[in-house]
Nanobody, 124 residues
Framework: QVQLVESGGGLGPAGGSLRLSCAAS????????MGWFRQAPGKERAFVAA????????YYPDSVKGRFTVSRYNAKNTVYLQMNSLKPEDTAVYYC?????????????????WGQGTQVTVSS
């Protein structure tokens, strides 16, 4: 079993930056693919970023490419999401997810474990 706990959400100005963290329990983190998703009010959960087990491969949708960066520090069982040039449309609950696999994944149904989410609000 893997438990994920997100932190670092909050209120940020448009054009500003926030960094989210996701701490994972368990010994399988270093061999797990990780992902970030978000869900805005009234909308379905959407893919934000993915990273493979080593951190050497990442993937983003066009909506955040060039503004968001996912990284991981396996020695601390933590994955990060650095969010720059924030926009009001980035406002959402952000979730991290894990899959026990060495690949990279962007579909919600491909992930096995989910955190509880952290709220990010971007003011205009």
């Amino acid at each position: 079993q893997v438990q994920l706990v997100e932190s670092g959400g909050g209120l940020g100005p448009a054009g500003g930056s926030l960094r989210l963290s996701c701490a994972a329990s368990g010994r399988t983190f270093s061999s797990s693919a990780m992902g970030w998703f978000r869900q805005a009010p009234g909308k379905e959960r959407a893919f934000v970023a993915a990273i493979n087990w080593s951190g050497g491969n990442t993937y983003y949708p066009d909506s955040v490419k060039g503004r968001f960066t996912v990284s991981r520090y396996n020695a601390k069982n933590t994955v990060y999401l650095q969010m720059n040039s924030l926009k009001p449309e980035d406002t959402a609950v952000y979730y991290c997810a894990a899959r026990r696999s060495s690949g990279i994944y962007y579909r919600e149904e491909e992930y096995d474990y989910w955190g509880q989410g952290t709220q990010v609000t971007v003011s205009s």
